[in-house]
């Protein structure tokens, strides 16, 4: 499909993944008529066999996560999550922030996994690939069932979300940050409303995002930023703005990363950036690759998080200045979370017999 602004998406094209085996060709006239076509959402269920994922990434705070999507209606064009869908058959582009999967057993397959005897207890991340708070939990609860199964078994819970629904779970998550069972990032890459909606279209403004910041702050939530993306010669300019707010609102604690383009989103990525910003598209790649060895993505341990050489050195500098200016830590809060209370399922049926 050509590339062509939808208002809403983020994504300009319904490019095809990398697994696609049997290319779809339209004629001319017909890949027109799709490019000027809405793409519409569709929500579809998807059973799980196991709900928690591991990593043994260095750079990464936790080695535990939940996503109880797949696939994203934020439609972040940057989003590293999007190749996921290739792996179903579907394009990361258009189809990943339009063909949203749900896992409505999420909360039984997790207590199961906590059942078993040789389950040890650490921290687990929900939100780490796809947005938990995304619009489509409005009307499935499946964040909210699992964040209602952490507090009964009182097992220590991150969330990394953009999106301001969260609130809604503040009960939940007041009674588990009261145990020191929970922790919230909020991820808030830009304060420009223009960027917001065209890099991320369906999530919240960013006073909206602050707002949320302060409720969860209020109720006793450890909070911090993530400021991520970053992008040079687009959102690179408002690492000292971001801080302040989020400072302002609450958070505790701040992290940043530099953009990541890995397999499909770099072709997503630049197609969109040579749409909305073609004047600045060869400054912007310019700088990424000189962060990135000369290459447009270098996935390196250590190296994708932050970028390396003179450019990426001075983003660091810039950041851990702005965190110590306005009082924020830059830790890792799961490390504090408490494990120590964590009541397995089915442990007290058990011992009656």
Not at 208 to 237: C, F, H, T, Y
Not at 325 to 352: I, N
Request: contains cysteine; proline residues 7%.
């Amino acid at each position: 499909m050509p590339a062509r602004h939808h208002k809403g998406r983020g994504a300009v094209s319904d490019r095809e993944g990398r697994f696609a085996a049997r290319p779809v060709e339209f004629d001319a006239g017909e890949a027109h008529e799709r490019s000027l076509r809405a793409p519409d959402t569709q929500l579809r269920a998807m059973r799980s066999r196991r709900i928690i994922a591991t990593n043994a990434s260095p750079d990464v705070p936790f080695d535990r996560s939940i996503n109880p999507y797949q696939g994203c209606e934020h439609g972040c064009v940057y989003c590293y999550a999007r190749p996921s869908h290739s792996y179903l058959d579907l394009s990361p582009g258009l189809d990943f922030e339009t063909r949203i999967f749900y896992k409505p057993d999420a909360a039984a397959r997790l207590a199961e996994e906590w059942e078993k005897a040789s389950y040890v207890c650490k921290p687990i991340t929900i939100g780490a690939n796809t947005d938990p708070y995304q619009p489509a939990e409005r009307t499935t609860r499946v964040t909210r069932e699992l964040l209602e199964l952490f507090v009964a078994h009182s097992h220590p819970v991150s969330i990394i979300t953009k999106g301001t629904l969260i609130t809604r779970d503040l009960d939940l998550l007041a009674e588990l940050a009261r145990r020191r069972l929970c922790s919230v990032a909020i991820s808030l890459p830009t304060m420009k409303r223009d960027l917001k909606r065209l890099m991320e279209p369906r999530v919240p403004s960013a006073d909206a995002r602050l707002k949320s910041m302060e409720q969860l702050a209020a109720a006793g939530i450890p909070v911090s930023v993530l400021v991520a993306p970053v992008i040079p010669a687009l959102n690179d300019d408002e690492i000292e703005q971001v801080l302040g707010a989020a400072a302002n609102a609450g958070a505790r604690e701040a992290a940043y990363i530099f953009l990541r383009l890995p397999h499909e989103v770099k072709d997503i990525f630049t197609e969109w950036l040579q749409l909305h910003f073609p004047e600045r598209a060869a400054r912007v790649m310019g700088l990424v690759r000189e962060a990135s060895g000369g290459k447009d993505y270098d996935n390196s341990f250590g190296i994708r998080q932050t970028g390396r050489g003179p450019y990426a050195d001075m983003l660091g500098k810039r950041f851990r200045a702005a965190c110590r200016r306005h009082g924020l830590e830059t830790g890792r809060r799961e490390t504090t979370l408490d494990c120590s209370r964590f009541d397995p399922p089915g442990q007290k049926q058990l011992g009656l017999f």
